[in-house]
């Protein structure tokens, strides 16, 4: 779609541009918890604008976004609901086609779904309700020819265990919680071994108790495995816990606000957590 068919907005100021290099700093000093080493991203999203067609309307959802996702990355997009960051997350997957901009993955241009990709969605259905815990997960690895056999078994078993799942390996769907069914979930994704695990408000539909815990147990699996995740949210509080980075999506059309570090975990509940949320408070609902 030519490019006159996009609306005319404001480009990212230079100060909040993504693609700056001192953004692994916070106050001239690196943050312990970001990697030690920029190098070559992972991931790059590159003046991605992304539209799609309703009855009698075309409408933006995202507007020249830009940003790089590093590997053992925590990056979150977060924004208010109709900023595009789910439609976002969904074209990352491979799942639809800017109209301009490109995703390259490892340097390669995004144009189709793939198993160096997986999408965990906050929707408690997506378990085959046929299958159990184990042949849901085997499945997956078995389907997309990661593996067969006794080596899919094993990685299947393996996975499921470190979400705490094991007792329940042979359960279905239906007689497990909606935590658990987010676990089988994570478990699936984690053991096709992604290059980035792609996490749609995974747990907006949970408990505020179920969620805080999912939250815990989610960091502690990347402290095992340093997996790479971008996980969309619209809550600040859970963006400044899970993330290491987060992007501020402004109101539809969604455009970059800024790119900022978020704050090590074990600083959650302090005065630098607090001013960060305020901060990101003010930077999209700000006046």
């Known amino acids: 779609m030519p490019v006159s068919f996009l609306p005319r907005l404001p480009e990212c100021t230079k100060q909040n541009s993504p693609r700056r290099r001192a953004r692994w700093r916070q106050g001239g000093r690196m943050n312990a918890h970001q990697p030690q080493s920029i190098g070559a991203p992972l991931l790059s999203v590159e003046g991605v604008t992304l539209q799609y067609k309703t009855p009698g309307s075309l409408v933006t959802a995202t507007y020249r976004v830009d940003f790089d996702v590093y590997d053992s990355d925590r990056f979150v997009l977060l924004g208010p609901s109709g900023c595009g960051k789910s ?8 799942y639809l086609r800017p109209t301009e901009g490109k995703i390259r993955l490892k340097g390669h241009e995004v144009k189709e779904p793939g198993p160096d990709r997986m999408m965990v969605f906050q929707e408690f259905d997506q378990l085959l309700p046929w299958k159990t815990v184990r042949e849901n997960v085997v499945f997956a690895l078995t389907a997309s020819g990661r593996l067969e056999g006794a080596e899919a078994q094993e990685r299947a078993a393996a996975y499921i265990d470190k979400v705490g799942l094991t007792k329940f390996i ?105 001013q960060l949320e305020t901060r990101i408070n003010d930077m999209l609902f700000g006046h």
Not at 87 to 94: D, E, F, N, Q, R
Not at 207 to 220: H, N, V
């Open 87 to 94: 439609t976002l997350l969904k074209a990352i997957g491979g």
């Open 170 to 274: 042979d359960s279905y769907p239906h007689m497990l919680s909606g935590g658990m069914k987010q676990r089988v979930a994570i478990a699936r994704g984690m053991a096709m071994e992604p290059d980035v695990l792609l996490m749609d408000e995974p747990f907006a539909a949970l408990d505020a108790l179920t969620r805080r815990k999912m939250q815990d147990e989610l960091l502690q699996l990347w402290e095992d495995t340093r997996f790479t995740v971008l996980f969309v949210t619209h809550s600040i509080e859970e963006a400044i816990k899970i993330g290491t980075r987060i992007l501020l999506l402004s109101p539809h059309p969604g455009r970059v606000r800024a790119e900022l570090n978020s704050v090590p975990a074990e600083a959650m509940g302090t005065p630098a957590a607090v």
